[in-house]
């Protein structure tokens, strides 16, 4: 099993371009999250998905947008990049059980000039 | 906001000994509980989690301890050794129906050779 995986492990925008950020999981979880991980904030929930084809906002959700299409992948993106979201991104997932472990990624890098 | 926060941002350790790292947490109705460690450039790594019907829980080398009268979470290390050098997050499910886990800030522990 490869877990988590996350596509690109790094990138960098100028401001107002566009890009995807890729998560895939092969554990068959139903739950998907999408954190981004600034200096001495913590993790904050960007969106999340209970299911295939279901999404719903997180904590700080403005600026991106999300897509379940498959169970296995959950995609991240970014319409307009701006230097605010300059951050680490995580991608998560979890099984569809009370009491389970939430499953990270190794993260993807994104600089926006 | 959050409502989970640990009290110290960094820990520094003496290779050998015990460390502690705390936790507190606001809402009674939180249910469950993870710690989580990450090593630099690299995504969280479950350490130990814990129901909120217990009080203690054991794994290798690691104890969490949970005390829901003052609503403080604890997790203990026996004999940091050098790799333990992280930072360690706590996180919660704030009810049994929440999809989603909060997370602290984190504590960064350092070891001391």
């Known amino acids: 099993n490869a877990g988590v995986t996350q596509t690109p492990k790094f990138r960098v925008l100028k401001t107002g371009q566009s890009m995807t950020l890729l998560c895939a999981q092969d554990?068959?979880?139903?739950?998907m999250y999408w954190y981004r991980q600034d200096p001495g904030m913590g993790l904050r929930l960007i969106h999340y998905?209970?299911?295939?084809?279901?999404?719903a906002k997180g904590e700080v959700p403005d600026g991106y947008n999300v897509s379940r299409l498959k169970k296995q992948n959950f995609l991240l993106g970014l319409e307009s990049a701006a230097p605010s979201q300059t951050s680490v991104y995580f991608c998560?997932?979890?099984?569809?059980?009370?009491?389970?472990?939430?499953?990270f990624g190794p993260g993807t890098r994104l600089t926006v000039l | 906001g959050e409502s989970v926060g640990l009290h110290l941002p960094t820990l520094s350790v003496q290779e050998g000994d015990n460390s502690i790292i705390n936790c507190a947490y606001s809402?009674?109705?939180?249910?469950?509980f993870i710690w989580y460690k990450q090593e630099s450039g690299k995504g969280p790594q479950f350490i130990i989690d814990?129901?909120?019907?217990?009080d203690k829980r054991q794994g290798q080398r690691v104890t969490v301890l949970l005390n829901k009268t003052v609503k403080h979470l604890s997790l203990q290390i026996a004999a940091t050794q050098p790799g333990d050098s992280a930072v360690y997050f706590c996180?919660?499910?704030?009810?049994?129906?929440?999809?989603?886990?909060?997370f602290g800030a984190g504590t960064t522990v350092t070891v001391r050779a």
């Open positions: 554990m068959n979880h139903e739950y």
């Open positions: 814990i129901r909120s019907n217990m």
């Open positions: 998905s209970v299911g295939e084809g279901t999404t």
């Open positions: 998560a997932s979890r099984a569809g059980l009370i009491y389970s472990e939430q499953f």
């Open positions: 809402n009674s109705a939180s249910d469950y």
């Open positions: 996180a919660e499910r704030r009810s049994s129906n929440d999809y989603k886990l909060s």
